[in-house]
T-cell receptor
Framework: LAKTTQPISMDSYEGQEVNITCSHN???????ITWYQQFPSQGPRFIIQ???TKVTNEVASLFIPADRKSSTLSLPRVSLSDTAVYYC?????????????FGTGTRLLVSP | DTEVTQTPKHLVMGMTNKKSLKCEQH?????MYWYKQKAKKPPELMFV???????INESVPSRFSPECPNSSLLNLHLHALQPEDSALYLC?????????????FGPGTRLTVT
């Protein structure tokens, strides 16, 4: 089971770029890296998923180094509405739902 | 329609009550999930339905009973709950079990057991 480690919390200001790193030292060959965002009293929202190198969508970028033992979620020019908890998940569907474990997450607070 | 709906939004029940939580999606997804989330904790997976077939999570107490009447609906029947079962109950769906990591979540039902 690929255990993930994230910072408990981060603070930023509007307009800044925020990088949240997730450590997953025992990631398996077939594992993918997935990030979710959760606002208070709402369900998590899928943000981005990747396997290696870099993935970018309209919301964020995901950077994965060659050894895949960590990943970085990058949020460009954050706004107050990006204040949320961000979860990193590591696993692959073929191993079943037993590996689907949300880590403790990173609480991001964006201030004016 | 990329929405997962859950009813009710809030529920208060006594320890002797029987109640049900409902979840619905119209995205044609063939995998549906129930999660429990305590305050300031991550969601914990409770049950998975894959093509209307249940994959049981053995650590979930029997006072929680899931049901999948069809591919769009998911229920969670509650009976003889304990105060520590108070939490946000989240429903989610994915295209099929191969996309287990790409899930769409509903807003949740806030359950209080008195």
């Amino acid at each position: 089971l690929a255990k993930t480690t994230q910072p408990i919390s981060m603070d930023s200001y509007e307009g800044q770029e925020v990088n949240i790193t997730c450590s997953h030292n025992n990631i398996a060959t077939n594992d993918y890296i997935t990030w979710y965002q959760q606002f208070p009293s709402q369900g998590p929202r899928f943000i981005i998923q990747g396997y290696k190198t870099k993935v970018t969508n309209e919301v964020a970028s995901l950077f994965i180094p060659a050894d895949r033992k960590s990943s970085t979620l990058s949020l460009p020019r954050v706004s107050l509405s990006d204040t949320a908890v961000y979860y990193c998940l590591v696993g692959e569907a073929d191993t079943g739902f037993q590996k689907l474990v949300f880590g403790t997450g990173t609480r991001l607070l964006v201030s004016p | 329609d990329t929405e997962v709906t859950q009813t009710p939004k809030h529920l208060v029940m006594g320890m002797t009550n029987k109640k049900s939580l409902k979840c619905e999606q119209h995205m044609g997804h063939r995998a549906m999930y129930w999660y429990k989330q305590k305050a300031k904790k991550p969601p914990e997976l409770m049950f998975v339905y894959s093509y209307e077939k249940l994959s049981i999570n053995e650590s979930v107490p029997s006072r929680f009973s899931p049901e999948c009447p069809n591919s769009s609906l998911l229920n969670l029947h509650l009976h003889a709950l304990q105060p520590e079962d108070s939490a946000l109950y989240l429903c989610a769906s994915s295209q099929d079990p191969r996309y287990i990591y790409e899930q769409y979540f509903g807003p949740g039902t806030r359950l209080t057991v008195t």
